[in-house]
């Protein structure tokens, strides 16, 4: 999209089981959104959830120690958020169900107009696995998200796998990269546009 006339902001959180530094294939996906978002304007940033000490619970802060009001308020200065998680027994990974536990808070939160904090906002999801799965797991973060009041565009998702069964990792096998890029970046213009969209004619409260 030429002219970058809406100066957009993006979260990608990594629900990697793997610690930071270690090597994440989700990661490695998710920049292919990211590079594409970039390109578009958009600026992009980053968290690795299993790097932060995200309390379980129900409320958006959970006391001392909760690493979630940081990555909460980096959601809410954002238009666009990506949930990236890898495929653990054909679900999404842990860390990502603590996440949308953690983002179910904003169904009942408000700014000062009555609408939902998470409208006006849209979302999408990467994956990654070594086994069958892959639309499951989209189906279940893009639900959630969906409920919470994201915007879910049309084909915002990318996944890579060569399931069904164990097999090698994206960083270890260069077979289906091709697809997942494409469709990453169809993604990524599905994001943008989308987002864009909203910021023009904005989700209004709804009726009471």
Request: negative net charge; charged residues 20%; glycine residues 10%.
């Amino acid at each position: 999209m030429s002219g970058h006339a809406v100066a957009m902001r993006a979260l990608i959180i990594n629900c990697t089981l793997k610690p930071a530094p270690a090597p994440s294939n989700t990661e490695a996906l998710a920049r292919v959104v990211a590079e594409a978002m970039a390109k578009d304007g958009v600026e992009v940033d980053w968290v690795r959830a299993v790097d932060h000490d995200i309390k379980p619970g129900v409320e958006s802060d959970m006391g001392p120690g909760d690493a979630w009001p940081a990555i909460r308020e980096k959601i809410l200065a954002s238009e666009i958020l990506v949930i990236a998680s890898p495929t653990w027994v054909g679900r999404p990974s842990s860390v990502a169900q603590r996440v949308i536990e953690r983002l179910d808070a904003m169904i009942s939160e408000t700014d000062d107009t009555g609408r939902p904090v998470a409208y006006n906002r849209v979302a999408g999801v990467v994956n990654t696995g070594n086994e069958d799965g892959a639309h499951h797991v989209i189906g279940e973060i893009a639900g959630a998200l969906g409920d919470i009041g994201f915007t879910i565009p049309g084909q915002a998702w990318t996944y890579w796998h060569l399931g069904p069964g164990a097999g090698p990792d994206y960083l270890d096998d260069d077979r289906g990269h091709d697809w997942a890029a494409k469709t990453a970046r169809a993604m990524a213009a599905n994001l943008v546009t989308v987002a864009r969209a909203l910021t023009t004619t904005p989700m209004q409260a709804p009726p009471s």
